[in-house]
């Protein structure tokens, strides 16, 4: 199977009611910029603030050397500048497939599937050894420089996971000791090729992340990301040397509604390509994610039930290529 030719024909136009109106989007809001290099009760309280308010920000002096993301970025470019024949080994429709690289899709009310203008390429990220021998061979560092990157990320996650440990009040360990030994570690690289007419596709669709928590690298100088505020898009201009992190569905479910997941989209545009890197952090199928004690009290009751991962996937894969709305199937009524 070919992967896909990025030719603006009917399969990637999206019907009126759609399409992203770019014009509209809100120039008013900025998402927070958090400097990890602050004194850290400060910090904690800053990222608190953010994860409150936003579901989103971005990290600078965060310690991951700045040349080890820009070697992640030419690779990826390097990998999805080869041809449609050389990337067709990974091309697949398959998603339980390992390694893969695929489109996303919109499903219209119709069950038309309209093509996201964009190219995903996705693979666990831990533990590397597992599946190292599948990556590509070519670009000829892809490997190496994956697993410099990926040392990098988990040092990362687990840092910020104990910020946001410390946001709610709690140990600084729980959410790590929650989400398990041996979380589930996704990884998936976003090409967006330039677009003919931006207003008529869609890099990705509007949908927030079912993992815990994502880390996300994204092109210095090209804005593509827009994420919900107060019922507006909002533009994520790239910071250099930054990355964008966002809250996942499973830090709502556990902080029982206290930090949000937020929904988040991808434009394209008619200049320049585009690419994003997201690392996440999900549990394993048998952990159960549900509100965590302490933040349940007489004026927060609990507003999800409990659930295993394993049931939020089935969920997941159920609702595939609409605007998913997974954790609200968990939630109680009061
Ligand atoms: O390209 C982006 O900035 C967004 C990527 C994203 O939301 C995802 O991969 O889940
Ligand atoms: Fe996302």
């Known amino acids: 199977m070919e992967s896909t030719s990025f030719q603006l024909s009917t399969k990637f136009i999206l019907p009126e009611d759609k399409r992203p109106q770019l014009s509209k989007a809100s120039t008013l809001h900025t998402i927070p910029i958090i400097d990890m290099n602050q ?23 965060h310690g991951v050397p700045n040349e080890l993301c820009q070697k992640m970025m030419t ?33 219209l009310d119709t069950q038309e599937k309209v093509t996201m203008w964009s190219e995903s390429f996705a693979h666990p990220w831990h533990p590397l050894e597992d599946i190292i021998h599948l990556l590509p061979e070519n670009p000829l560092q892809y490997r190496e420089v994956f697993a410099a990157y990926a040392k990098e990320m988990r040092v990362l996650m687990r840092k910020l996971l104990r910020f ?17 030994l041996e979380p589930a570690l996704n990884y998936q690289a976003n090409h967006y090729p330039p677009c003919p007419d931006p207003e008529l596709t869609l ?3 509007a949908h927030t992340d079912i993992v815990a928590l994502t880390i996300l690298l994204q092109s210095e100088g ?27 569905d499973q830090i709502q ?24 890197v997201a690392m996440f952090y999900r549990p394993n199928s048998d952990v159960v994610i549900g509100p965590i004690e302490d933040m349940i009290d007489d004026e927060h009751p609990p507003l999800y039930r409990n659930y295993y991962i394993w049931e939020f996937m089935e969920e997941f894969r159920r609702q595939e290529g609409t605007r998913r709305r997974v954790k609200e199937t968990f939630e109680l009524r009061h």
């Open 39 to 61: 004194e850290p009760s400060l910090l904690v309280q800053n990222l608190s603030q953010a994860c409150e308010e936003y579901g989103f920000f971005q990290i600078i002096n």
């Open 75 to 107: 690779t990826l470019s390097e990998f999805f500048a080869l041809s449609s024949q050389e990337k067709a080994q990974f091309f697949t429709t398959d998603l339980t497939k390992q390694v893969k690289l695929f489109n996303y899709y919109l499903k």
């Open 164 to 180: 946001v440990s410390q946001g709610l009040g709690l140990e600084m360990d729980c959410l790590e000791k929650i989400l398990g």
């Open 203 to 205: 890099g990705l669709p």
């Open 222 to 248: 090209v804005t593509g990301l827009q994420v919900i505020k107060d019922g507006n898009w909002v533009s994520v201009d790239p910071v250099p040397n930054a990355f964008v992190i966002n809250l996942g």
């Open 253 to 276: 479910v556990l902080s029982n509604g206290r930090y949000k997941s937020v929904h988040h989209r991808a434009m394209t545009n008619n200049r320049q390509s585009r690419i994003s």
